[in-house]
């Protein structure tokens, strides 16, 4: 079983603010994505929110730190003058699985190609920074099922791994779920070997 033990960087949560610049509004939304499907999926959502404005442009990150996609769009801005500032604050945060949207409704004065970069990127760059970042390391869900009997145990050895406690269940034995550390993951299978009555299912 191959996963990723490397700790990666994303945004806390959800944000958005506007700003005013030369008569345009400039109103961004970011959002954690861990997929590209739930990244576009962010960006339909505030293209359909904000159908009336002359532009909705984004960029997101996503993946694990040794294979991130990149991916911007102008969404009809002039080339590189929207969606490639917009990548360019989420890069400089070392962020990934983050979408960034920056929704504009045009106020009658052109800010030219220079005046787009620095609005785009700096609506971006106060979006990410009112959502805060978190580092993250990768886990991996688990199911345990094993007799009342090893429960204390159990649990004791979980936490020496610094396994998370998700949920319990009570039922004819102990049914437990939990999210192990990718850094722990052989650790966590050399303590499967002290409970030969347990049943573990990774959750998909």
Same mark, same amino acid.
């Given at each position: 079983?191959?996963? +990723?033990?490397?700790?990666?960087?994303?945004?806390?949560?959800?944000?958005?603010?506007?700003?005013?610049?030369? &008569?345009?509004?400039?109103?961004?939304?970011?959002?954690?994505?861990?997929?590209?499907?739930?990244?576009?999926?962010?960006?339909?959502?505030? &293209?359909?929110?904000?159908?009336?404005?002359?532009?909705?442009?984004?960029?997101?990150?996503?993946?694990?730190? +040794? +294979?991130?996609?990149?991916?911007?769009?102008?969404?009809?801005?002039?080339?590189?003058?929207?969606?490639?500032?917009? @990548?360019?604050?989420?890069?400089?945060?070392?962020?990934?699985?983050?979408?960034?949207?920056?929704?504009?409704?045009?106020?009658?004065?052109?800010?030219?190609?220079?005046?787009?970069?620095? %609005? !785009?990127?700096?609506? %971006?760059?106060?979006? @990410?920074?009112?959502?805060?970042?978190?580092?993250?390391?990768?886990?991996? &869900?688990?199911?345990?099922?094993?007799?009342?009997?090893?429960?204390?145990?159990?649990?004791?050895?979980?936490?020496?791994?610094?396994?998370?406690?998700?949920?319990?269940?009570?039922?004819? +034995?102990?049914?437990?779920?939990?999210?192990?550390?990718?850094?722990?993951?052989?650790?966590?299978?050399?303590?499967?070997?002290?409970?030969?009555?347990?049943? !573990?299912?990774?959750?998909?």
């Amino acid at each position: 079983m191959t996963m +990723n033990t490397l700790p990666y960087i994303t945004i806390a949560s959800p944000a958005s603010i506007e700003i005013t610049i030369e &008569r345009s509004r400039f109103i961004g939304h970011c959002q954690p994505a861990t997929t590209e499907t739930a990244a576009k999926e962010f960006v339909y959502q505030i &293209r359909q929110t904000h159908s009336q404005a002359s532009h909705n442009c984004f960029a997101y990150r996503i993946g694990e730190p +040794n +294979n991130i996609q990149e991916y911007f769009n102008d969404h009809g801005e002039p080339s590189g003058t929207a969606g490639k500032p917009i @990548l360019g604050a989420i890069q400089r945060i070392k962020a990934t699985n983050t979408v960034v949207v920056v929704t504009r409704y045009f106020g009658g004065k052109k800010l030219g190609v220079r005046g787009l970069i620095e %609005a !785009y990127g700096q609506t %971006a760059t106060l979006v @990410l920074e009112k959502a805060g970042v978190i580092t993250v390391t990768p886990k991996t &869900r688990v199911c345990l099922e094993y007799p009342y009997s090893e429960h204390s145990m159990m649990l004791y050895q979980l936490n020496q791994i610094e396994a998370e406690l998700l949920d319990t269940i009570y039922s004819h +034995n102990i049914a437990l779920q939990i999210a192990v550390p990718n850094t722990s993951w052989s650790l966590f299978l050399d303590l499967l070997k002290n409970f030969p009555n347990i049943n !573990y299912k990774i959750d998909d």
